[in-house]
């Protein structure tokens, strides 16, 4: 008999953080892993440790520090791969898992691979007992599973749990499924792979939404014996993304009666956070109209609705929005709070903060709470995740002013410290930039002291909570030249401030991965 547990495996970490411009940092990466945790998803993938040492670094961490869910690694079926994935979650202790794969499908073995069935066959199994002389949790996809000959397919699986596999997760790489389809292949592995249905091995589902059919399949998958799902917070994901979390958790939830009952361990009440979270410490923005965690997901605009709405919720509301964490809030703070009731409020919203991240946060809620009336809690986790998302300063705001108006160019004069090793010996230099607008004028005026040239590819501006005076939180992708998109964040009451914050943070980023760019020529 299926057994009803569905295991969550939230991949935001790896797959989500592949998308171009949402790299995370180590710090960002652990407060996610921090959030995910709060959420209750079975398994993180925290990253691919062979990649860099970077990805090496926050998979251990963060194997390290969380406790509850199974951390996994990604690795190719090659030896350096996993031999750095075993490392890397070493600390995870019996929670680590690796999780390795090999393209199957006859385009990817002709063109990618340039390898017979066999060969597949015998990498593939090689790879899981390697993965399995580390952990006993091992994974295994065969990329590009839905295009894969069934048959094929078939004898892959067997193979890959005769070595040890646990899990065999079926990819829809490139997004090409369609649910009656997908399904149709996810139930026929159920029937003929035996270890399937006597509970020796779980068969995961992971797809892609090029077609924004990833979590339709995801659910048509389910219901053909399906038992492990993976997804990202937001559907962040590489090209259009992966299926989403949010989305595929509510839907079992509140669609229990479709689903038999099928049913997962997420603790829904935390999604809009880690939905914010993740948004805010990838830089890609949530659209407003995105299912369950968009800003409009719940607002009822038409008078029909509303006064259906006030009647009797379920009218025109299928969710509550307070299952899902919307319109949690408390008593905001103001500028006469103390700092135990902010660090009380902090960890409260669920932040492990040391003393030196608290002194930050509190002159920077001070400086808030004297330009506004009220610091929301959705402020105050502005402030927060502005600070996580700070690399080392090599550069800091000082002082900032701007004229602009419809009949005079645009000018801002820019004071920035350039922070040595210790922050007294930081040097002051100022200079002023004009440009098309008192944005433009300012940036300009950073890459003059900076030295650095950077290309403005995206800016995005959004209120953090409700007023006139809300806190304006910047979110840019810099391009300086080096091959990558650079993501930078800052917020303030004034627009035009949190856009240079956001700037110098993506400049302090280049900085902090590229300690000696080229000395580029000043703007004129
Ligand atoms: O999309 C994919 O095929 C993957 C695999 C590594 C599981 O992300
Ligand atoms: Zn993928």
């Known amino acids: 008999m299926k057994n009803n547990r569905i295991i969550i495996f939230d991949t935001t970490l790896r797959d989500g953080e592949q998308c171009p411009g949402a790299s995370m940092n180590l710090r960002e990466k652990l407060e996610v892993a921090r959030q995910l945790a709060r959420l209750k998803v079975d398994v993180i993938e925290a990253g691919f440790p062979v990649i860099s040492d970077g990805d090496f670094a926050s998979v251990q961490a963060i194997a390290k520090e969380i406790k509850g869910p199974v951390i996994a690694g990604l690795a190719r079926c090659v030896p350096k791969d996993i031999d750095a994935a075993g490392e890397a979650i070493k600390p995870a202790g019996?929670?680590?898992?690796?999780?390795?794969?090999?393209?199957?499908?006859?385009?990817?073995?002709?063109?990618?691979?340039?390898?017979?069935?066999?060969?597949?066959?015998?990498?593939?199994?090689?790879?899981v007992k390697r993965a399995k002389s580390y952990v006993d949790n091992v994974e295994f996809s065969p990329e590009d599973g839905s295009r894969t000959e069934p048959d094929f397919l078939i004898q892959v699986c067997k193979a890959a749990i005769a070595a040890g596999a646990t899990t065999i997760n079926v990819p829809d790489t490139v997004g090409w499924a369609v649910p009656e389809q997908y399904a149709a292949l996810i139930g026929r592995l159920y029937e003929e792979v035996r270890e399937f249905q006597s509970g020796q091995a779980v068969i995961s589902v992971h797809c892609h939404n090029d077609l924004g059919l990833a979590v339709a399949n995801s659910l048509a998958a389910v219901r053909a014996g399906a038992r492990q799902v993976e997804c990202t917070v937001n559907g962040i994901g590489e090209r259009a993304g992966n299926a989403a979390l949010e989305e595929i958790v509510m839907a079992l939830k509140t669609r229990g009666d479709f689903f038999s009952g099928l049913d997962c361990g997420v603790n829904t009440r935390e999604i809009v956070k880690s939905s914010r979270l993740v948004s805010r410490m990838s830089g890609l923005l949530v659209q407003r109209s995105k299912a369950i965690v968009g800003e409009n997901a719940f607002a009822h605009a038409s008078g029909i609705h509303q006064d259906g709405i006030l009647k009797k919720r379920e009218t025109y509301e299928i969710m509550d929005p307070q299952e899902v964490g919307w319109g949690q809030t408390d008593l905001p703070l103001t500028k006469h709070s103390g700092r135990a009731a902010v660090i009380a409020r902090l960890k409260h919203l669920g932040f492990k903060m040391t003393e030196s991240d608290v002194n930050a946060i509190f002159a920077r809620f001070k400086e808030v709470g004297d330009k506004k009336k009220f610091v929301y809690d959705d402020d105050l986790t502005a402030l927060v995740e502005g600070h996580i998302t700070e690399v080392q300063e090599t550069w800091s705001l000082d002082y900032l002013s701007v004229t602009s108006g419809n009949q005079t160019v645009p000018t801002a004069t820019v004071?920035?410290?350039?922070?040595?090793?210790?922050?007294?010996?930081?040097?002051?230099?100022?200079?002023?930039?004009?440009?098309?607008?008192?944005?433009?004028?300012?940036l300009k005026a950073i890459d003059r002291l900076t030295r650095t040239r950077g290309k403005l590819i995206d800016y995005s501006l959004r209120a953090v909570s409700e007023g006139k005076d809300a806190l304006g939180e910047v979110t840019v992708k810099v391009d300086f030249g080096n091959g990558a998109l650079i993501t930078g964040k800052g917020a303030s009451t004034d627009v035009i401030e949190a856009s240079a914050r956001a700037y110098l943070n993506?400049?302090?980023?280049f900085l902090c991965s590229n300690p000696n760019p080229p000395d580029n020529e000043p703007h004129p």
């Open 506 to 509: 993506a400049v302090n980023r």
């Open 415 to 442: 004071r920035l410290k350039k922070c040595g090793d210790s922050k007294t010996t930081a040097e002051v230099l100022q200079d002023a930039g004009i440009g098309d607008g008192p944005v433009d004028a300012s």
């Open 94 to 127: 019996k929670r680590g898992r690796i999780h390795v794969f090999l393209a199957t499908s006859k385009i990817h073995r002709e063109f990618k691979l340039g390898k017979a069935r066999d060969e597949i066959i015998r990498l593939a199994v090689e790879g």
